[in-house]
C-alpha cells in the first residue's frame, strides 16, 4: 500500500473520480479491517473503510462528498485485495 509515488500512468484517468483524498495508519487499516467480520478482506479493505470513517469524522469532508451527518446518503467501498 506504500507506492510512495502515484502512477504517471494511470494518474490523470483516476484523478477524475477522486472526490477526496486522505491517509491513514497501518494501525488503522489493520484495526478497521476486523470491521468486516468474516469477509474474506485483507488490509487494503481496511484501509478504504479507515480512509472513509476519517472522512465521516469531519463536517467537510461529509460536505464535499454530498453526505450529511444524520448518515443519509449512499457510500460504496471497494476494496481491492
Known sequence: ???GTVSEAAWPVL????????TVSDEE????VLL????DAGHCSGA?????KTVLGEEKGRAMLG?????????????TD
Open 67 to 79: 453526505l450529511s451527518e444524520a448518515g443519509e446518503g449512499v457510500v460504496v467501498l471497494i476494496g
Open 48 to 52: 478504504t473503510l479507515s480512509g472513509l
Open 15 to 22: 484523478k477524475e473520480g477522486v472526490d477526496v483524498s486522505v
Open 1 to 3: 500500500m506504500d507506492y
Open 36 to 39: 468486516f467480520g468474516g469477509l
Open 29 to 32: 487499516a489493520v484495526r478497521d
